[in-house]
């Protein structure tokens, strides 16, 4: 399986639109079939930075997911409506 965190930084006036494409991000991913976790949280201290944690069956899985549409789109607005480039920590479970 795959782990995989993920931390995102928006800027604050996209905020809530970002939030929005986020949700309706989780709510598509979890239909994938090798989606087993996909939990977004806020950042109670900075309410502009958003952390998925995510359980990948396998690196296919992960792979197929970023190809999907919303994924893509989302990757459109980054430059624009993040205040920095995502930051993905790929992991191993111990």
Not at 34 to 55: K, M, P, R, W
Not at 81 to 87: A, D, I, N, R, Y
């Amino acid at each position: 399986m795959i782990y995989l965190t993920a931390i995102i930084k928006v800027k604050p006036e996209y905020r809530t639109e970002l939030t929005t494409v986020l949700k309706n991000m989780v709510n598509k991913t979890k239909k994938e079939t090798a989606c087993i976790q996909y939990d977004l949280h806020q950042g109670l201290a900075d309410s502009n930075t958003f952390v998925f944690y995510e359980i990948w069956k396998d690196q296919e899985g992960l792979d197929a997911h970023n190809q999907q549409d919303y994924i893509r789109e989302f990757g459109l607005l980054a430059s624009e409506k993040l205040s920095e480039t995502p930051q993905l920590y790929l992991t191993n479970k111990l």
